[in-house]
């Protein structure tokens, strides 16, 4: 019976429409967006300019956010960190959601030996305690911002592969894949124009709740030491960071890093949740 | 109106979306009288399974009645139906036996579970009552099979412990939303009769949902006609036969008696087997990974102009065949020839570069699913003719396509829709469209109206009829209906278990079928004679018996 | 009598202060800055019943991974326990500034040992055993026991051998049983650091007979046996050890009860693992532990304003931090180069954004060109002048500058972020461009091990305050404390010249060029030396600052 | 029972299929320790006077020294006869210490976990049940900011709270509070321990210490259970038998747990198996925080030092944990769901 419903609503208007939290989320992070690519332009200061003799200034008319240990801006800095963070969410997600749909794709449509291969190799891939994969990876690697992304991207990529292998596995003896055979497109082609259009809302879903993760994921090992390096503002660091200032009463320094990482990670579950809906409104998560 | 057991007086049920809402149903009356039969008869989305589910109770959260009254017995049920009468006093059957089971659950047990929930009786009474329910209904070897999951089931049997469930607490209201839905034919007519006598036995009253008119004529005391959430017309099922008075009623025996035709259907067939043949399979045999034995050494031809009908229940492995036929699907032994050239050979992965890719095309049986959601009609239709047609230019290509479009008459408005703004039938029409849109020489027809309403199927049906002759194509007809194929085809092949059973020329096989599977299948075809309807009503035991 | 210190970084870490502290997470972690205002209005709701007086409950960041000091590997915690477990044939003496004890270099006095005498050319070293001395097990110390320790030290492949190396501790012949309780240690030269090395965590005297009955012919000194078990005879022995958890002790009785000893307060000692540093403070804040000594600067700061606990703060006088520059590979090897950067930083930003003041600077001196006094480390003329830097980085032929790196080790970032962060910044002013790494503590200790790092910041400390050993140790040879890997020909002789002169005179006089060396020359810039910052309960008294940087049980009580 | 029999057989098949993926996971962890910048002979061997000697020695006694595929050759074979190495920072044998610490973990996990589920199936029910309804929002909601705390986050935060400021819980310095005599080592969990010895006081002092981290851990987790409860029982209820069963007048109470929640139950199980494997990783930083001796933060000391054993040991000690709860899942989803085990 919902279908009678969904027929009557525009798939746009029921996105927005069906629940207010996706539409608040879904503006926050267009919001954050729009405030991580203008960061440079419309920071009140420096992000990296230290001025000593005033550090740790609470927050007020010439400081909104207070000022750190070294005396930098605050909110110029969690501007900066949103604009790094965000990049480094959307490159690690994007990377593995490109290798892996790529190889999941294709495993699926073909099955087979090489899919079974593949998929022995996930199951090592996933067998691994992902945190403390991240962890070793990043170690060997060194931890500059590349790392962390190639870390986060490789620990994703299991997923990807499952996702779009299932969801290609589910559609390859569907009759439109068969009658793009009949229509004579070859193997890739059917892989790439046919399949890869229609599993990519799914992949979406993922994507959207992954950006989160990895955000989150750079923060817990920024506090275990293996984060990004300062004097790069990122939300994680200067959380951990932050934290040090809380017992003699520099709140200000974790609370606005830290409201604005949980926000971020909110939205971008909240818009994974949206999507999802939109995508099938039976099975809401 | 007279007062029956179920009374329905002028239901308005409203689904409520965030932004918009829509009318399921607009003054929907309906009497159900004791002990007879009300057939409730409409295409998809006409309102007639809503009536049913506003009477139990379990409208979706979305739906509400915003007006009207049900009545059952003396008791206003409106608001809402009380637990104890649902299951008790009023019982529903419903569609796909296999999904309406908890498949976590024994079947005894769910029988049960119908049972204390509304009577308090000990174990060994409620297993006596089981036991007795699945003897009733026909349930074969109810000791031992008793405990076993619905998943262990045919589809026919699943429908049995569903009725059984249905019949547990006596109820005196059945009502069955399209009962007999998936299916097989064989299977189709055993439930209909199982149901028909039970009702008949125990003087229950019953609401039978169906889209098939002649199905209803069948088996119901009156028929109600049911159109865009109104019944646009009510009566006996001779009446409504012989003197319909809506157009919609109208159009929907027109395609009935084309569907189930009293007298052989005359349709303008080219029997033309003089040249070599245009397809030669033999000694086709397809095993699947699973061990399952799909296509077991079949044999047959196909000449150029011919139409051959391929008949078999689901599983029976008429599919698999269109499919090896249609090289999406390699087999494991047997050749395939076409115009004489070996085809089977080449790989099915790399068989879209062969120059017979274009001559064989397939149309599939869910025309809805055959079509990529992300892909306009247009581009349906022009995929083919771009990857296998002579390269043309946009303009070209935009002529040829509604060209397409206009053979299987669909309007040029519509090349630009997505295939969920498009309607069943239109969507077959696309189907149709993108196979012929290259100019095949044989087209693979696989069971192409299973999924439409009857008024879509026969203009397809017609459709298809009528390409064949303009076009000269060959079909290979793939169907689970007799009287489909008889419409279409020349020849038949009758598939059972992967064997080919029996092959001949349609008539002959109607008149004289050989073998028994042949014969059951025909004794199976819901045979709507309105004029014998009266007859068989009144005495109800032409039916009874299963 | 001169005595030379042995220097020594503990053997298990490249960063010294911090032990293997890379392993411990070292930050103060919280979320509501703003429920950190009520927290001192609250605190004192649970005291914890079963806490009697007599026990001491330490609580640490690091984890005590042997009991044999000497094994490859040893943390600094187990060097602090085996002070207190086994005993030594020596031991420093200490003395009170104000309301703070620290150890003194300057006396060294019979630990196991009774009382020594030195011979007067030097060479001969006897020591008198004490009478009454036991081993835990109740037999008494005797003097094969005494043997055996020792040329286990020169014998077993261990931190030892190197360490009594410095000693001129070499070779089993070199110590000789010379009556029952007597024992003569025989040196080829008066080697001013021989005694003092009797006095390190690895010199520690061994229960032989027990030992013995463990040892193997694959490992004949028991170095497998004793790294879980002790065959000491300390003022406490181990009750329960724990790797990486926990370790208790329990007091000796036999050991205070021997002559001219004193009883230890504590009967017990807990010392347990809190790899928070934020927990750490927050227990022995609310009573919970009774002394940590590694906490942040900045909860120690939060701390002295909430007046709750008894803060005992010192320098580490044995210690430094500093930059080190790679002095062998360019830009580095190019002493302007060095100038430069040594007048282009901020150094009192640093200090203050670092430690937040908490520590001994060794920057802004007021002596230009000799030292005044030759203490080490001390205070060297390093100030901010940039017109000075940039010219002397056009002087030396980097007109616009040049990039480099610049690192630490993960568990000093605390102290080492904001240094870093503003080295970059400064060092931008004068056209250098630094591009900052932070390293797992393993890489790090690898690449400074292999002179791979090109300028980079660490902290040392040397067990011993000798100033002809700091510079002995840490700015000649090519050898691993050698951080700037600073060769330089007049380095040698004038260390070469004080190690073995007795002259004060002339012995002070090198001292001070050395001083004034590196002050010129700048191979690494010292910094400052941090506080030691031992936290405790209020009751807790007696708390001395040792070389070792580790706590002494034996030394604190409960007032 | 043939039912059996194909079960056992499915299981014996599924167990033989990880072994591969167990190779590859050693294989792949002995490479990556090796890949690892920081020469473990140099840190550990990094005395005052410790020469190139003493490093080389070192490197022998560890077989540094020996070419990499010999190395994992002998790494293989003591795997094989339980043999993991030796620890350079606990300077114990892996094995053991794995053994000494496994238990904490485990019961830190299972008791997060159990938690967890004690909290998420009834709110993923609720939700379900009142799915689009504030209800739903607000459980949903409430979910999703549970997810979006840094675990480390939450748990500073929860000691700051109930710790520092409230004494409400014992001090978070690992599993029992030092003063408490512990149990016989029986099953190594301290909350059993306790019980079969008898000692109600012990196992309330081992509880109280558990409080936290469990929380901690069953916050992080609370929301993909929450949402997985939620989406299967969601898709579960609206399928035609939940309608059928309503049709027949079946009791609601009956509907949801015996039809609703028993069909639900297999894409949960999956996500359980999933969140615990996730779980046993990702709790180096709870461990961390609250001085937990596990296994985790044990891994954790030992990568940050390049001490190759112990991560090895770790990792796979993981992967077998992961493969077996893997298993354990499989019969779980064989026991609730008939068709699982016919196929």
């Known amino acids: 019976m919902p279908s009678l419903t969904a027929r009557w609503m525009s798939p746009a208007a029921r996105f927005f429409s069906h629940s207010p939290t996706t539409g608040i989320a879904a503006g926050a992070t267009l919001m954050l967006a729009f405030l991580a690519l203008t960061a440079p332009w419309i920071s009140p200061y420096d992000p990296l300019a230290s001025d000593v003799p005033h550090a740790l200034q609470a927050p007020g008319p010439h400081h909104w956010f207070g000022t750190d240990e070294l005396g930098r801006d605050v909110l110029s800095r969690v501007l900066a960190a949103g604009r790094l963070d965000l990049a480094i969410a959307v490159s690690a997600v994007g990377l593995s959601l490109a290798a892996g749909v790529t190889v999941g794709c294709f495993c699926g449509y073909l099955g087979g030996r090489l899919d079974r291969l593949v998929g022995r190799v996930v199951d090592v891939l996933t067998a691994f305690p992902l945190f403390v994969l991240a962890m070793a990876l990043v170690a060997a690697l060194g931890n500059s911002v590349e790392n962390l992304i190639y870390a986060t991207a490789i620990i994703n990529f299991p997923f990807y592969i499952r996702v779009a292998r299932a969801e290609v596995a589910a559609r390859r003896h569907l009759g439109w894949v068969e009658a793009a055979h009949l229509s004579g497109n070859s193997t890739p082609r059917i892989v790439i124009s046919f399949l890869l259009p229609n599993i990519l809302p799914t992949v979406a879903i993922q994507a959207s709740l992954n950006l989160g993760w990895a955000i989150l994921n750079a923060a817990g090992l920024s506090f275990l030491g293996l984060g990004i390096t300062v004097p790069t503002p990122e939300w994680g660091v200067m959380v951990a960071n932050g934290a040090h200032f809380m017992s003699s009463g520099r709140w200000w320094l974790v609370l606005f890093p830290g409201s604005v990482l949980m926000l971020t990670i909110l939205c971008f579950n909240l818009l994974g949740d949206g999507l999802r809906d939109l995508l099938d409104p039976r099975t809401r998560t | 109106m007279m007062r029956g057991i179920l009374d329905i007086d002028a239901l308005n049920v409203r689904f409520t979306g965030r932004n918009s809402h829509f009318d399921a149903l607009r003054g929907v009356s309906l009497s159900l009288e004791q002990g007879r039969i009300l057939g409730v008869v409409g295409e998809s989305g006409s309102g007639k399974s809503v009536t049913g589910l506003s009477v139990m109770g379990l409208l979706p959260q979305q739906a509400s009645i915003t007006g009207g009254r049900i009545r059952f017995r003396d008791q206003d049920i409106t608001a809402r139906t009380p637990r104890h009468l649902r299951g008790a006093s009023i019982a529903m059957v419903f569609q796909n036996p296999h999904a309406a089971l908890n498949p976590t659950r024994r079947i005894c047990d769910q029988l049960s579970d119908v049972i204390q929930a509304h009577e308090s009786l000990d174990r060994g009474a409620i297993r006596q009552r089981v036991i007795h329910l699945l003897e009733s209904v026909n349930f074969p070897d109810v000791s031992r099979r008793m405990g076993v999951y619905p998943h262990e089931l045919s589809g026919g049997l699943c429908q049995r412990v569903m009725i059984a469930m249905a019949i547990a607490c006596s109820p005196s209201v059945i009502i069955a939303d399209e009962p007999t839905t998936g299916l097989d034919v064989l299977t189709q007519k055993a439930v209909m009769d199982l149901l028909f006598r039970l009702s008949r036995e125990r003087a229950m009253s019953m609401m039978l949902i169906t889209h098939d008119l002649g199905l209803a004529a069948q088996y119901c005391d009156s028929i109600a006609v049911m159109q865009k959430g109104t019944v646009v017309e009510s009566g006996s099922p001779a009446n409504i036969f012989s003197n319909p008075q809506h157009a919609y009623t109208q159009r929907l025996i027109e395609a009935c008696t084309t569907m189930h035709p009293a007298q052989p259907h005359p349709a303008g067939k080219t029997t033309s087997r003089k040249r070599r043949p245009l397809l030669e399979v033999s000694n086709l045999r397809k095993r699947y990974a699973n061990g399952h034995l799909a296509v077991d050494d079949v044999s047959f031809t196909i000449a150029p102009g011919e139409s051959l009908g391929l008949i078999g229940e689901s599983g029976s492995g008429k599919s698999t065949l269109s499919r090896l036929v249609g090289r999406l699907l390699d087999p494991d032994d047997g050749a395939i020839s076409f115009e004489g050239r070996s085809i089977g050979t080449i790989g099915a992965h790399d068989f879209f570069r062969a120059e017979q890719r274009p001559h064989i095309q397939l149309v599939f049986q869910d025309a809805a699913g055959s079509l990529n959601p992300r892909f306009t009609a247009f581009d349906s239709i022009a995929d083919p003719v771009r990857r296998l047609g002579p390269a043309r230019d946009p303009g070209a290509l935009r002529h040829h396509v509604e060209k397409c479009a206009a053979d299987v008459g669909l309007a040029p408005a519509l090349l630009d829709r997505y295939p969920h703004q498009l309607s069943g039938g239109q969507c077959a029409r696309v189907g149709i469209a993108r196979a012929i849109s290259v100019d095949p020489k044989l087209l693979i027809l696989d069971e192409p109206t299973a999924a439409l309403d009857v008024l879509a199927q026969s203009e397809i049906l017609a459709l298809l009829e009528r390409l064949r002759r303009e076009k000269g194509m060959s079909y290979l007809f793939v169907s689970h209906d007799l009287h489909i194929v008889r419409m279409i085809c020349d020849r038949m092949v009758i598939l059972q278990n992967g064997k080919i059973v029996e092959t001949g020329n349609c008539e002959e096989v109607f008149q004289n079928p050989r073998a028994p599977y042949t014969a059951q299948l025909l004794a199976a075809i819901p045979h709507f004679r309105p004029a014998s309807q009266e007859a068989a009503a009144a005495t109800g035991t032409e039916f009874a018996g299963s | ?559 | 029972m043939s039912m059996m029999q194909t079960f056992r057989r499915r299981i014996g098949a599924r167990a033989l299929a990880s072994l591969p993926a167990l190779l590859g996971v050693i294989v792949f962890t002995f490479v990556l320790m090796r890949v690892l910048p920081g020469d473990p002979a140099v840190y550990f061997a990094s005395g005052p006077n410790a020469g190139q000697a003493e490093i080389d020695g070192l490197r022998h006694k560890m077989g540094l020294d020996r070419p990499m595929p010999i190395q994992l050759a002998h790494y293989v074979a003591g795997i094989m006869t339980g043999d993991l190495g030796n620890s350079l920072t606990t300077g114990q044998p892996v094995m053991h210490d794995i053994q000494a610490r496994l238990p904490a973990s485990l019961e830190l996990t299972l008791t997060a976990l159990g938690l967890s589920l004690l909290l998420s199936l009834p709110l993923g029910i609720v939700s379900a049940w009142y799915a689009n309804s504030r209800w739903d929002q607000c459980i949903r909601t409430l979910c999703t900011i549970c997810f979006c705390i840094p675990p480390f986050v939450s748990a500073i935060f929860l000691i700051y709270v109930f710790y520092y400021i409230f004494g409400l819980v014992p001090d978070p310095t690992g599993r029992i509070n030092i003063f408490t005599p512990l149990p016989h080592d029986i099953t190594g969990f301290l909350l059993v321990d306790f019980l079969l010895t008898g000692d109600p006081a012990g196992w309330r002092e081992a509880a109280g210490q558990l409080l936290l981290p469990a929380v901690t851990m069953a916050l992080f987790v609370l929301s993909p259970l929450t949402r997985m409860t939620r989406a299967s029982l969601l898709t579960v209820m609206n399928s035609d038998f939940i309608r059928t069963a309503r049709a027949m007048g079946l009791p609601t109470w009956r509907i949801v747990t015996v039809y609703a929640l028993r069909n639900a139950l297999s894409p949960i199980l999956t996500t359980i198996g999933i969140v615990f494997s996730t779980m046993l990783g990702a709790n180096v930083l709870v461990e961390k925080v609250f001085s937990w001796p596990g296994v985790a933060s044990y891994a954790l000391d030992a990568l940050v030092a390049s001490d190759y054993a112990p991560v090895q040991g770790f990792i796979l000690l993981m992967a077998i944990l992961f493969i077996m709860v893997n298993l354990l899942v499989d019969i779980l989803q064989g026991l609730v769901d008939p068709r699982v085990s016919m196929e």
């Open chain 3, 1 to 559: 009598m001169a005595v030379a210190g042995v220097t020594s970084r503990t053997p298990c870490d490249g960063i010294g202060h911090e032990g293997i502290r890379g392993m411990g997470i070292t930050r103060r972690q919280g979320l509501l800055g703003a429920l950190s205002f009520a927290a001192p209005a609250v605190l004192p709701v649970m005291a914890d019943a079963r806490q009697n007086g007599t026990t001491l409950r330490h609580i640490t960041g690091n984890t005590v991974n042997t009991l044999d000091p000497t094994m490859l590997g040893a943390t600094h915690e187990s060097f602090g326990v085996s002070m207190n477990v086994y005993d030594r044939l020596v031991t420093f003496g200490r003395k009170q500034s104000g309301s703070i004890w620290t150890f003194d270099p300057d006396i060294i006095t019979g630990e196991l040992a009774e009382r020594y005498e030195i011979s007067d050319d030097g060479c001969t070293i006897t020591l008198h055993l004490r009478p009454d001395a036991t081993w835990h097990d109740g037999t008494p110390v005797t003097i094969d026991d005494v043997k055996w320790s020792l040329d286990r030290g020169v014998s077993a492949r261990s931190l030892t051998a190197p360490q009594f190396s410095s000693g001129s501790l070499t070779s089993t012949e070199q110590f000789r049983v010379a009556g029952p309780r007597t024992i003569e240690i025989l040196l080829p030269r008066p080697d001013r650091l021989a005694l003092a090395n009797l006095a390190m965590p690895y010199a520690i005297m061994i229960n032989s007979r027990l030992a013995r009955r463990h040892a193997t012919p694959d490992d004949p000194w028991a170095q497998q046996w004793m790294q879980q078990n002790t065959a000491a005879g300390g003022a406490y022995r181990v009750e329960r050890f724990t790797p990486g958890v926990n370790i208790i002790l329990t007091r000796n009785d036999a050991w205070g009860a021997r002559s001219a000893g004193t009883s230890p307060f504590f009967e017990r000692v807990i010392s347990q693992t809190v790899p928070e540093a934020t927990t750490r403070a927050s227990l022995v804040e609310r009573g919970d532990a009774d002394i940590v000594i590694d906490l942040e600067a900045y909860d120690v700061i939060a701390m002295m304003a909430r007046r709750r606990v008894r803060i005992n703060s010192v320098f580490q006088s044995n210690c430094f931090t500093h930059l080190a520059f790679d002095t062998q590979s360019p830009p580095f090897d190019n002493v302007k180069v060095r100038q430069a950067i040594a007048s282009a930083l901020p150094y009192q930003d640093m200090f203050t954004a670092s430690l937040f003041g908490r520590g001994h600077p060794l920057f802004d001196a007021g002596w230009r060109e000799t030292p005044s006094d030759i203490s080490f480390p001390q205070a060297l003329p390093l100030a901010t002048d940039l017109t000075l830097a940039r010219q002397l980085l056009a002087d030396a032929g980097f007109p616009d500058g040049f990039a480099t790196t610049f690192s630490y080790a993960t568990s000093q970032a605390t102290t080492a972020e904001p240094m870093a962060a503003l080295i970059q910044e400064a060092l931008k002013r004068i056209g250098i461009r630094v591009d900052i790494r932070k390293l797992p503590d393993a890489e790090f200790n690898t690449l400074e091990a292999e002179k791979r790092l090109p300028f980079y910041t660490d902290t040392a400390a040397g067990w011993i305050q000798r100033t002809y050993y700091f510079f002995y140790l840490y700015f000649t040879r090519n050898q691993r404390w050698n951080f700037s890997s600073w060769n330089s020909p007049r380095m040698v002789d004038l260390t070469g010249a004080a190690r073995f002169e007795t002259d004060r005179a002339r012995y002070e006089d090198a001292c001070r060029k050395m001083i004034a060396l590196l002050a010129d020359q700048v191979p690494l810039i010292m910094l400052w030396q941090p506080n030691m910052d031992a936290v405790t309960s209020p009751d807790i008294d007696g708390f001395t600052y040792q070389f070792h940087r580790q706590i002494d049980f034996r030394s604190l009580r409960r007032v």
